[in-house]
């Protein structure tokens, strides 16, 4: 082989041979990120998992707190009181007992845009029913998080792992947890099921009730409410309200 043929293949294996350990010292890298992610991954998942226990047992405690608020206390020994000259006093009366809500097994939100509403109410229900249980922000949104699943919970635990501070406020991710996953209008959606309703094989009071739901969260006014609820009535109602006048306000006429 020619000396210059053989300088020329010589260069071409030390280049093949720099670009393979290149490759290598990117590969070491690469494979070095992933470890490192993973581990990371597995130490904020144990977190979130032990933040879940704290909380599950906080609310456990906070249940079993409300039993026996609501449970009837035994009577305690009286000593005989003889009766004295004094000024009438007012009758003591003792504090009001918190409301009893169901425990705060609620049904998991896993992202549909229907159900959104619903959560977020049954959330705040416990929230204002024990205040001490739910002290910070903080405490709420972890309720929060540790009640939702699928996509939504996959949106939440991403924004924890890297201290969002969407997850500081409960006005922040309630509202970031409403822009994202709740795209139903409940004016439009109430309208629509509105113009949809009828009377058919029930009675005018019971079509009434559901119709006045559907109305307080339509916006319609009041002339048009009127006559819609007019038009879907059954024909033999039609008949008997035909002679009347029609009444000004709508609950007259119902």
């Known amino acids: 082989m020619d000396p210059a043929d053989r300088d020329t293949v010589s260069h071409a294996l030390t280049s093949q041979e720099r670009k393979i350990q290149a490759h290598e010292t990117q590969l070491n890298t690469i494979a070095t990120g992933v470890k490192q992610l993973t581990e990371r991954q597995d130490h904020f998942q144990q977190e979130v998992v032990t933040q879940v226990n704290q909380l599950n047992a906080q609310l456990q405690q906070i249940s079993i ?22 000024s009438p006093t007012p009758p003591v009366t003792s504090p009001p007992r ?27 229900l416990h929230f204002k029913n024990d205040p001490a249980a739910f002290s910070s922000e903080q405490a709420q949104v972890a309720f929060m998080v540790s009640h939702l699943s699928g996509r939504a919970v996959a949106w939440a635990m991403a924004e924890w792992a890297r201290g969002a501070a969407v997850c500081q406020s409960t006005k922040q991710f309630v509202e970031t947890l409403t822009r994202l996953f709740d795209h139903s ?23 009434a009730i559901e119709f006045r739901t559907l109305a307080a969260n339509s916006g319609c006014n009041s002339p048009a409410i009127k006559d819609v609820f007019i038009n879907r009535l059954n024909e033999n109602i039609k008949d008997q309200l035909a002679p009347q006048e029609t009444p000004a306000e709508f609950k007259d006429l119902i």
Do not use: M
């Open 65 to 86: 707190r409300l039993e026996q608020l609501a449970s009837p206390q035994p009577p305690q020994p009286t000593t005989p009181v003889f009766p004295q000259p004094a």
């Open 98 to 124: 918190p409301v009893r809500l169901a425990p705060p097994e609620i049904e998991k939100y896993s992202g549909e845009s229907s159900e959104c509403r619903s959560f977020l109410v049954q959330c705040n």
């Open 185 to 207: 209008s409940p004016a439009r959606e109430a309208l629509r099921a509105l113009l949809g309703l009828g009377q058919r094989s029930r009675r005018v009071i019971d079509y």
